[in-house]
Every structure is written in structure tokens, then in C-alpha cells.
């Protein structure tokens, strides 16, 4: 681990202009590349105290050796190097997407003589046009199928295309009128050319003028009764226009635009992007990658910017990039995305109408792939075994802990404070061992010593089970107490580690919890959120795991499923405690009622005030049930007024809440 102090550049010899950095480590390799408006500020930033730095960037300075720039003109100049010079050097603390050459286009060769229509994959060439990508190859070919017969472009390989120029007869395609035969001469070079261009102009979306053309021919076809040609002309349109159902149109206005959203975690982020072309969409694909930089939701931006479109130029640049938050420098953005366009494009984040219900829509495809990714990772029996490892010698384990339990805490400004436990085992979410806890032992907010509380009572009731079944001794089947009554024993299975949701305090409540019951055999630990810290009893110092930690991963996965899981339980509870009211105590009131009269009254304060004839006045309401809510009004005493504690007014009651 080096020391940044020892290739800090000397104060004043950073120059106070825009510029692109490297980081180089001992062997020279480049580790991190950044741009900056002002480099002397930017990497001032790296050499300050140590602790003040995230982790992710304290691992990057105290792992490089040195620190080298290059001063440019303007930050237009200092984007287009950065993405340079990450595709050349391959920094391993940059974020970087994964590379979409898997992904299948629709390409047409105009590079050629005769023109090829094909399914491509790999780096984009020069001279052929490109649609897509798609989610799969047979959704090219079937659209290809459909289009053939208005626009018959060759489709055949060159060896093909040379065999049968040889035989001098064209292919099967040739014959039912899916190819013009450019092999044995019956379109021109230029009449073949002219057919590709008109291939792509439609699958550029200038659809409508094309149908339009096709359907004056197929009128003046039937007013000259030439009823074979009207026919076939019929046959083209409906070709079409089965070629066009299969991209639907999301926004009317014929727009060109894509749309990027983004779904992330502490650890990894979820890229989805959408291609629309005239109002449909065209297109898409997405990427999931690590955050091994520290990089906020507008850095994500800049990057899959970067990415989609540092090496593409003209129309694959759209005129509109609809995105969820801004890059830092969105001006310089906008600037390079225009020059590489040849005009101007917009950059913003969609506000309201069509785009921004797209743009939900993009996003909900990002969860699914983050979510996704995140299952796929998990099912792997390899990549969980290698996690529980990982674990088990960062923590000092004389085993992989199998069962691991976690406990979080979840409240809303001290009020409704609940717990709650997951459980997983060999790496995979127990959801039937789940369990929620409600806090009993004292009134208020205190996270450590509700979890002090959570596991006293979660091991006490291990320990009551333990003596109950003898410790599971006896019998054929050592799952089964001899007294077992058959119904599932909630605590009475041991983990082999405690996670707690904190730092060290809440990791010394639960260690303290243990010691008082006497078991020694659990150990504990406790995931920091904010910086995604290991804390141990009675260490000073977390554990650090290694931001590609398979075990890492693990222990984030099971702290945020406790982390939701008391959240929901939580926000339960206060949804009931909210919606109770002394109406319900009113036999045979049902909501519908209860509904009308808070509607008449205002409130439930005013209804106590009101008498039983002025509750009769309320449609559907009769006086013995208006005498039931006088009763039972009565009967509730009133609560205490509430007071706002930031300006000390008394808040009165109003239907669903209070006001002041």
C-alpha cells in the first residue's frame, strides 16, 4: 500500500485548467483515468486525509504510485480524451459497461456494390448502416421476412452471391420474388442500390410517406383494372404495415430520441436503454455493471453516454437523449454529443407527458435486470459456496457459516420501533424462518438497545426450545424432538452468524446480548450501510472486504433483505395505528358509513360534538345506530392534543390525520 504523500505533485505545479488525469500504479499501469475543469482543485481532492476519503477512493490512491495530466482547451476536449483514453488503457477503478457486442443489429452493406441485408454482431464498420440492436436474432429475421417482399435486397453471403453469378441462375429467394437477382442481372447495380437506400429509409422510420405512395399505386392499379398489380400492391402494404405492429408507437409526436434510466445499489448499477425511431421503439439493450469508482447517479450518466455514443456519429446520435439526472457538466455534454451528431441534440430529464411515462417504463426495466442479475448471481451454487468461504475467513471462522441471521431495526422518529430477522441458508433467502418483532422492553428511540433487545429475546427463546427437545437428542430422526408435536419449532435452529444492520455499537449490544445467556458458539457481526464496513466485537477497526468480494455481496444481500423487511413491518404498523378510530367500535358500521359521516362532520372531533339528530341527517344513518356512535364516541376518551415540536403549536384533530 503506498503512501499518496510520496508522489503528491508540488504545491503550484498543477496547472488551473481543464484537463484528463492518470493514475499509474508501481508497474506503470494506468488504474484510473478522470477529467476535471480544474485539474489543480480536482486532484488536490485526492491528497487529503485518508479518512476523510470514500473507500473506493482511498483503495485507488493508496494502490496507484504516481499521478500524471494533460492540459486541454476546452471540457468538450477533456470528455473525448477521457473516453479515449479508458478504452485504452482499461482503467480497473473506472466504472466501465459491459461491452454490447453480443447484442444482434440489422445491417445493411452499403459499403458493397449490391447491397447486403444481414444480421450483425461485433464492432460497427464503416460504410454499414445499422438498426437496432434487438433483444434477439429471429426478431430481426421475421421482421426481414416481411419487408423482403416490398424491398427484395439481397440477403445471401458473398460466396453465395459468386455462385450463383457462376451458374448463372438466381436462388430459391430469386424465384418467389424475395430478391431482385442482382446475381444474374435482373436489377442494375444502381437499381439495386436504390432498393437498399429504400430499405433503409423505411427502417428509419419514414414509414408513412412510403405506405402512402404504395397505396395511390394500388388505386390507380384498380382504376386501370390491373387487378393482379393492385393486388400484389394490397399484399405489400399489409407486409408493412405486420412489420410495424411489431414496434408500437409510444410517443405520437414521431419522435427521434433515446431514453437511458438507471437502477443501483451500493455496489452495482443496472443501464437500460430504449431506441426510439419515429415514435416506436426501435430498439434496446443493457448493461449491469460494478461500482468500483465513487460515482453518484449523474456520473452513471456521463459514463453510459460515453459509452453508447464515443465511436458513433450522424443519425445513430438522436436529435433527443431523455435521461434521470443531468451530468455534472451537461453543457460540455451537450456540446460533444452535437459534434459527434453534426447538429444540435438536446440533453434533459423528462418532466412530464408521454416521454416521462417512457422513461418509468425504462426504469422498471433497469430494476428488472438489476434484479435479475442480482437472482442469477445468487442461484450460482459455485459463486454462494465461494461467498460463505470468503466470509468465513474474513471473519476468523473455523467454518462457512451456513445459517446466517440478520436483525435490523426500522422506526419513524422514535414511534412504531419494530425488528425484524431473515434468515439464510447456504447462501439463499429462508423466508418461512423470517420473523418480525415489535420493541416492548422501553418507550422512545434507541437503535442499540433495541437490539440488545431483539436478540435477548430471539436467543432466549432458542434456549427455552433447546431444553424443551433435550437438544434434539433421541429418536431415528435427529431433526425431531421424542416429544415433537409435528408443528415447526419457530428458534429452535442456531445460526452460525449474526448480522446486525450498524456499525460497532449495535454490534457490541448483540455480542453483550449473547454473553449475558452464556452462548459463546454464534458469532456476530455488523454491516455498515454508508461506507460497507465489517465490524467486529471487540475490534477497533472494521474488516474491509474487497470491493469484488462474492461474500461482500452476500452480507449486503442478506442486511438490505432485513432492511425491507422492517421497513414493511414498520410502515404496517403505522398504517393501522393511523387508521383506527373509535368509530370502530360501533357495531355494524361499516367503512362506507364511517366515510359519510367524517365526510358530514369534517372530523371526528366535530362528530363527538354533534347530536344524535344531527348524525340522523346523515343518508343512511338511523337513530339506534346514531345512539351506537354517541356511545361509543363517549365512551373513547379523547387523545391528548398533539404538539409540534419544532414550533410548539397544538395540533387539532382533523379525518386522517391533524392540522395546525
Not at 439464510?424 to 422492553?441: H, N, P, T, V
Not at 433495541?450 to 429475546?457: L, Q
Not at 437438544?471 to 415433537?484: C, K, N, Q, S
Amino acid at each position: 500500500m503506498a503512501d499518496p504523500s510520496s508522489y503528491r505533485p508540488k504545491p503550484g505545479q498543477i496547472p488551473d485548467s481543464p484537463g484528463v488525469y492518470r493514475f499509474r500504479d508501481e508497474h506503470r499501469r494506468v488504474i484510473y483515468v478522470g477529467k476535471a475543469k480544474s485539474l489543480r482543485q480536482r486532484l488536490a481532492s485526492y491528497f487529503q486525509d485518508l479518512a476523510n476519503l470514500h473507500p473506493r477512493t482511498r483503495t485507488m490512491v493508496t494502490t496507484a504510485a504516481s499521478v500524471e495530466w494533460t492540459v486541454v482547451s476546452t471540457e468538450v476536449e477533456a470528455l473525448q480524451l477521457e473516453y479515449s483514453w479508458i478504452k485504452e488503457f482499461d482503467p480497473r477503478f473506472n466504472v466501465k459497461y459491459r461491452d454490447d457486442k453480443s447484442y444482434p443489429y440489422l445491417a445493411v452493406t452499403l459499403n458493397e456494390d449490391f447491397p447486403r441485408v444481414q444480421v450483425m454482431r461485433g464492432a460497427k464498420r464503416k460504410g454499414v448502416r445499422y438498426f437496432g440492436p434487438y433483444g434477439h436474432a429471429w426478431a430481426i429475421r421475421e421482421t426481414v421476412d416481411l419487408m423482403l417482399r416490398v424491398f427484395p435486397v439481397r440477403t445471401c453471403s458473398a460466396g453465395v452471391f459468386r455462385n450463383h453469378v457462376q451458374k448463372g441462375r438466381p436462388c430459391l429467394l430469386g424465384y418467389i420474388g424475395k430478391c431482385s437477382a442482382p446475381c444474374v442481372g435482373r436489377v442494375t447495380p444502381e437499381e439495386h442500390r436504390e432498393l437498399a437506400e429504400e430499405f433503409c429509409d423505411f427502417m428509419a422510420g419514414r414509414t408513412g410517406t412510403y405506405i402512402r405512395r404504395l397505396e395511390k399505386q394500388m388505386t390507380a392499379a384498380a382504376e386501370e383494372m390491373e387487378y393482379e398489380k393492385a393486388a400484389r400492391l394490397r399484399d405489400d402494404i399489409e407486409a408493412l404495415r405486420r412489420a410495424l405492429e411489431k414496434n408500437a408507437v409510444v410517443l405520437a409526436d414521431a419522435t427521434d430520441a433515446d431514453l437511458i434510466a438507471l437502477a443501483e445499489d451500493e455496489l452495482e448499477a443496472a443501464v437500460q436503454i430504449f431506441h426510439v425511431r419515429g415514435g416506436r421503439v426501435r430498439g434496446q439493450r443493457g448493461w449491469v455493471t460494478d461500482k468500483v469508482e465513487n460515482v453518484d447517479t449523474a456520473g452513471l450518466v456521463e459514463h453510459a453516454l460515453q459509452q453508447l455514443y464515443g465511436e458513433e456519429s450522424g443519425d445513430a446520435v438522436p436529435k433527443e437523449v431523455l435521461v434521470p439526472a443531468l451530468p455534472e457538466d451537461d453543457s460540455a455534454v451537450t456540446q460533444w454529443l452535437s459534434g459527434r451528431r453534426g447538429s444540435q441534440v438536446s440533453l434533459r430529464v423528462p418532466q412530464r407527458g408521454d416521454k416521462k411515462a417512457l422513461m418509468e417504463t425504462v426504469q422498471r426495466n433497469a430494476l428488472q435486470a438489476l434484479g435479475l442479475h442480482k437472482t442469477k448471481r445468487a442461484s450460482d451454487l459455485t459463486t454462494r459456496s465461494r461467498a460463505l468461504e470468503e466470509i468465513a475467513e474474513a471473519l476468523g471462522l473455523d467454518s462457512a457459516p451456513l445459517r446466517i441471521e440478520c436483525f435490523d431495526v426500522s422506526h419513524l422518529q422514535g414511534e412504531d420501533v419494530v425488528a425484524s430477522m431473515v434468515v439464510f441458508e447456504d447462501g439463499l433467502a429462508r423466508k418461512s424462518e423470517y420473523r418480525r418483532f415489535q420493541i416492548k422492553g422501553f418507550e422512545g428511540q434507541d437503535d442499540v438497545r433495541s437490539m440488545h433487545e431483539v436478540i435477548t429475546r430471539r436467543f432466549r427463546r432458542y434456549l427455552a426450545e433447546k431444553d424443551r427437545t433435550g437438544e434434539w437428542i433421541g429418536g431415528d430422526d435427529p431433526e425431531r424432538a421424542p416429544e415433537d408435536d409435528g408443528r415447526p419449532r419457530k428458534f429452535a435452529y442456531p445460526p452460525q452468524l449474526v448480522v446486525v444492520d450498524g456499525g460497532k455499537p449495535q454490534v457490541a449490544a448483540a455480542q453483550r446480548a449473547l454473553d449475558e445467556l452464556g452462548i459463546d458458539d454464534v458469532a456476530v457481526c455488523g454491516l455498515a450501510k454508508r461506507l460497507e464496513e465489517v465490524w467486529l466485537p471487540h475490534d477497533d477497526d472494521p474488516v474491509v472486504l474487497p470491493r469484488s468480494s462474492e461474500g461482500l455481496y452476500l452480507l449486503q444481500r442478506v442486511r438490505d433483505t432485513a432492511h425491507d423487511f422492517a421497513i414493511r413491518y414498520q410502515r404496517s404498523k403505522r398504517t393501522k395505528r393511523i387508521r383506527t378510530s373509535p368509530l370502530d367500535a360501533v357495531p355494524g358500521l361499516g367503512d362506507t358509513r364511517k366515510q359519510a359521516l367524517i365526510k358530514h362532520f369534517g372530523s371526528v372531533k366535530r362528530l363527538r360534538q354533534a347530536t344524535i339528530e344531527q348524525i340522523c341527517e346523515v343518508p343512511g344513518m338511523g337513530r339506534k345506530t346514531a345512539e351506537s356512535v354517541v356511545v361509543a364516541l363517549a365512551q373513547a376518551a379523547p387523545a391528548a392534543p398533539a404538539v409540534n415540536t419544532a414550533t410548539g403549536e397544538i395540533m387539532e384533530e382533523n379525518d386522517g390525520g391533524t392540522t395546525t
